[in-house]
């Protein structure tokens, strides 16, 4: 980065570059595995088999609380069906009460269980002394004592355990009355419910694996595509793409976007190339020949006045030099698209204005009409810095080539979407077979080498056109040259 | 003028100091950041003239920044390899004064640091310039030489008026590029003379002496003839 000074002082010392071999030795050489950190079975670490998990597990879930909800609504349901039936069952009994008293009662719980047909009511009627006068219990159940409460009790009714649900009543004159109703259908039920549930799990976990290889399988596919291009490309192979399925899937999209990069990094590389072949090749004339001259001039200049002549034209050529090098540099540094971020509402009417009167007064000087004519407003989201050069470029070069008495025109129109900027003169043009070339980047006519300048105002133009996604075409302009500057118009919702 | 430069290249360092000195300057030379950074802070100058990248852990924009952290206006004028568009954007945006890239002419510099000094010198706003028996008023846009006047378009004015404002100082081509048209591009053909050339006729053509001078291989200076 230094200018002047021997070479050799620049190798060592603070300003080498340590980041550049760590950065790229980080790229060259993935991170092997931290022998210190536990690192999965290859399987294991799989995106997809983790994906699969998570959607097992989610789905296992859902299912748990499907089946949790399900009980939970059947056995309230259950519950209300067994409290009304209970309660209906007291109600009739406590008119038998009512009407026959005990007798009557105990006539009653005996037809009733006769009739029951389900077998799952449960009466017992007791007196002071815990005696069972009727019903299907063979004494009352420890801890069941409170008037008129529901309970829910484990009772032996032949010698089978079940589960009641039971409402008590003290009768007058020291009588208890118990009625219930067996619920051990609602056991049965969570038993059926937990075994489909368990079977449920076993299914899901089944599937979920054989989903996991699945997903797995096509994720790998899918990226290996990415993987076999993006490797090649780090191999040095910058021409190859990923393929796109054609599905538009998120993987295309994806594919597409890698491409999008790959194309834009391709593109920066083949202006590095073309930026360091411009340099080689555009740089070595002028400096062999500011080379030769001061060499001439050290063996042969005949005294300090010569000497001196030598070193003017020798600064000369370095200038010379210093302005081809900034001019590819700056068409690089447009070319990298960095200033887009740049980009504000310009109105080039008054930009076009203000260079016609800059250039204008030197086409005046010499004997060169000029006409400018722009509209009122030219609206383009631009660099006004970039347009300014640009259109200074094709000016300048129509001044170096007008003869006098010939006539440069600076027009500006709008049209559309569009906006277009003409610079046109009357000197010798360029032929057709050359005028392609011109536009090239860094192209360089065979006149630049004998004309000031760095010989790149073409090239630099093109580059701010296409920066700004315009155009730059030549055409003849009988005589002369046309040149002729397309910018995108900037619509009024732009910017 | 005393006039720091924090320079670490020993060829362009002491090319600088040497064409300072000779142009009447005091100079400093710092060569890496550090040394940089306590000179400007410790000394009073004029001017620094920085580059961008120094060993010695301090760069130039950190130097800037730490100074003008310490409410430090010295003006500071960047001579940087760094020529970017957006080099040039963070220069100046750190509290740079101007921005000049490597390669450079001495003129160039020289101009440059000599123009900054004066800007900072003259913060309170002018409403009248006067060079000698020149006079332009700033509020009603009027120029006067000799008391007769003298009717100047719009560019021309401003074109003149920066040559008054740098009077006595010498003004490059560049300078009144970015000064006058703020235009940052190096035109191919001999623009500024010609424009340079119109205002002559009119300020100093109908007159016996000139006021602009053409400086060789540097560019223009306004100054009454004091011979």
């Keep these: 980065m230094r200018e002047a000074g021997p070479a050799a002082t620049l190798a060592p010392g603070p300003r080498a570059r340590p980041w550049r071999q760590g950065f790229f030795r980080r790229f060259r050489h993935p991170r092997p595995w931290q022998p210190g950190r536990w690192t999965p079975p290859a399987l294991l670490r799989s995106a997809g088999l983790r994906f699969a998990g998570l959607y097992a597990a989610l789905f296992g879930l859902s299912a748990l609380a499907l089946a949790f909800f399900l009980w939970w609504d059947t056995a309230a349901l259950l519950d209300r069906q067994v409290d009304a039936s209970i309660h209906a069952d007291a109600e009739g009994l406590n008119e038998r009460w009512q009407a026959g008293g005990l007798p009557a009662l105990i006539v009653t719980i005996r037809d009733r269980l006769v009739e029951n047909v389900d077998d799952d009511a449960i009466y017992l009627l007791v007196d002071t002394g815990g005696h069972r006068l009727a019903g299907n219990l063979d004494r009352w159940p420890a801890g069941v004592a409170a008037d008129d409460d529901w309970y829910e009790l484990p009772i032996v009714r032949d010698n089978i355990r079940s589960l009641a649900r039971v409402h008590t009543f003290d009768l007058p004159g020291g009588f208890h009355l118990l009625v219930g109703r067996d619920v051990e259908a609602r056991v049965r039920l969570r038993h059926v419910l937990t075994d489909a549930l368990l079977w449920a799990l076993l299914v899901i976990a089944g599937l979920g694996g054989v989903g996991a290889l699945l997903v797995r399988s096509v994720l790998q596919n899918t990226l290996a595509d990415i993987s076999r291009t993006t490797a090649a490309i780090g191999a040095g192979d910058l021409s190859r793409r990923v393929p796109l399925s054609g599905r538009g899937d998120e993987f295309d999209h994806l594919a597409a976007t890698i491409n999008d990069m790959l194309e834009r990094i391709s593109r920066l590389m083949d202006g590095v190339r073309e930026v360091s072949n411009a340099i080689a090749h555009d740089l070595r004339t002028p400096i062999t020949r500011a080379r030769a001259r001061l060499e001439d001039a050290l063996a042969h200049a005949a005294g300090e006045a010569d000497l001196r002549a030598a070193i003017e034209r020798a600064e000369a050529d370095l200038d010379g030099i210093v302005a081809i090098f900034q001019a590819i540099l700056r068409i690089a540094e447009i070319e990298a698209g960095a200033r887009r971020s740049a980009f504000a509402a310009l109105d080039l009417a008054p930009l076009l204005a203000d260079l016609a009167e800059f250039y204008g007064a030197v086409a005046e000087e010499r004997g060169i009409a000029f006409v400018s004519r722009t509209p009122v407003r030219l609206p383009v989201a631009g660099d006004r810095d970039m347009i300014q050069q640009a259109v200074a470029n094709l000016l300048d070069n129509a001044l170096k080539f007008s003869p006098p008495g010939g006539e440069i025109r600076l027009i500006g129109e709008a049209g559309g979407e569009s906006v277009r900027i003409i610079v046109s003169d009357q000197g010798p043009g360029i032929p057709e077979a050359e005028r392609r070339h011109v536009t090239e980047r860094f192209y360089r006519g065979e006149s630049a080498r004998s004309t000031p300048g760095s010989g790149l105002g073409l090239a630099l133009a093109l580059a701010v056109a296409q920066l700004h996604d315009g155009t730059l075409t030549l055409a003849d302009n009988a005589p002369g040259l046309r040149a002729i500057l397309t910018l995108p118009a900037r619509r009024a919702v732009d910017v | ?227």
């Design chain 2, 1 to 227: 003028m005393r006039i720091l430069l924090v320079e670490d290249d020993k060829d362009v360092g002491s090319f600088v100091a040497k064409g300072l000195r000779e142009a009447g300057h005091v100079v400093e030379h710092a060569d890496n950041g550090r040394d940089g950074l306590f000179l400007a802070a410790s000394e009073n100058f004029d001017a620094i003239i920085l580059d961008r990248m120094l060993p010695g852990g301090v760069d130039g924009l950190h130097l800037l920044e730490t100074l003008r952290a310490q409410n430090n206006q010295t003006p500071v004028l960047f001579l940087s390899a760094m020529a970017q568009v957006d080099d040039r954007i963070r220069g100046l945006k750190a509290g740079g004064d101007d921005y000049l890239t490597k390669p450079f002419v001495f003129a160039e510099l020289l101009a440059r640091v000599e123009a900054l000094t004066r800007r900072s010198k003259n913060e309170g706003p002018q409403t009248k310039l006067t060079v000698g028996d020149l006079e332009m008023d700033l509020l009603a846009r009027g120029v006067r030489r000799a008391g007769q006047k003298i009717d100047l378009q719009p560019r021309e004015f401003r074109l003149l008026e920066y040559l008054m404002r740098h009077a006595g100082q010498v003004v490059t081509r560049t300078m009144l590029l970015e000064g006058v048209w703020d235009y940052h591009f190096d035109p191919q053909t001999n623009v500024i003379d010609v424009h340079v050339s119109r205002l002559r006729q009119k300020v100093d053509k109908p007159f016996a002496t000139a006021l602009i001078q053409t400086i060789r291989n540097a560019g223009y200076m306004l100054r009454a003839d004091e011979a």
